[in-house]
């Protein structure tokens, strides 16, 4: 038995006899109508027999569900950095995070179209409690984020995962997704947790934090949503912070973010491939010697190019001139496009509620922020 079973996703071997058992579960039923809407039940069983692979798997299958779901709710999703990557090259897309399954899904749709190596996947497992989705993310090359642990747990479940991704970087060549933070970001501030960091260091073993680093050949990866599909759904949670409340999730609350997320209008969508961290990893070794500071460093660095290259959106100009009762940047939309925004908003959530209006306005207000605060920053 490998260290890696309870979390790993399928070895090839094993994808035909995984997909076969839950082939005629009524959600798998429903997925594969959605995704093959002109065809009949036997299309997709007798496919599945031909099927003894992941990669399979997502060419014949899960890339056409991507694809209808970018057709029926979306306009359109736009691409811009991966020119410079390398197809026989393993990268670490360190991505921020604003989709349960719609950010690594539309990554990997995009690196498949393009001739690049497509990733595994991290998802926390308290995503995954019903065997048919722990099974479709095993399918989709999802690896497990073990949560709910003890601190005792949780340092070998790190270094377990850590010894993981560089396997799957360095002896299977095979590029992985991570969330730049454990969760979802709610508020719309793309931030890296040193933790996701030090988690990674955990397999630099006899080699410097820098060149360790400079091995997994990051890329920093923005995905802006024109509309976050969830960004109601976000509110509770964003809510109960602001009031120093623990928020408790619902039984279903996940899947039904999934379902939302996957389903709710999204408008544009547009995902950038930052460039590979190499020099400037090298300068921070030259800054400092000390650990802490250098993972604080390469958390600064991962943070400035995703905010740098987040694609800001109509919507995102409207919520800031909204929250601020300004018209600074008026010229960026439309009035049309500022009804509609206001539309959504009067439909999304009470606007009567002071603090649940300006919270819902400022995840979209915040990406603006803090890009405008870098460059002024920079000046």
Known sequence: MSKFDEIRSFYDHEVNEALQNIARHPMMKALMQFTFPDSDEDFWLDKFKSIHSISDFQHQCISQTIRQILKQSSEGLTTSGFENLDKNTAYLFVSNHRDIVLDTSLLNLVLLDKGLIMTASAIGDNLVQKNFLHVLAKLNRNFLVQRGLSIR??????????????????????????????????????ATQQGVLKMLAMASENHS??????????????????????????????MAKSKNEVYIKDENEDFKTILSGVLGQKKRIHLHAGKVLEHELDEVALTTDNKNKQLQAIAQIIDDSIIENYKLWPTNYIAFDLLNE?????????EEEKQLFERRLEMRIDSSETVLKESFLAMYANPVVNKYKKRDEEK
Do not use: C
């Open 153 to 190: 747990e949780q340092l070998n479940s790190s270094k377990i995962m850590s010894e993981y991704i560089n396997d799957l970087l360095h002896k299977e060549n095979r590029s992985v997704w991570i969330a730049q933070r454990e969760g979802r970001t709610k508020d719309g501030n793309d």
């Open 209 to 238: 934090l820098i060149d360790f680093f400079n091995s997994l050949k990051i890329v920093p990866l923005s995905i802006s949503y024109e509309y976050d599909p969830t960004d109601a759904l976000k509110m509770p949670q964003v």
């Open 326 to 334: 300004s018209n600074q940047y008026s010229e960026f939309y439309t």
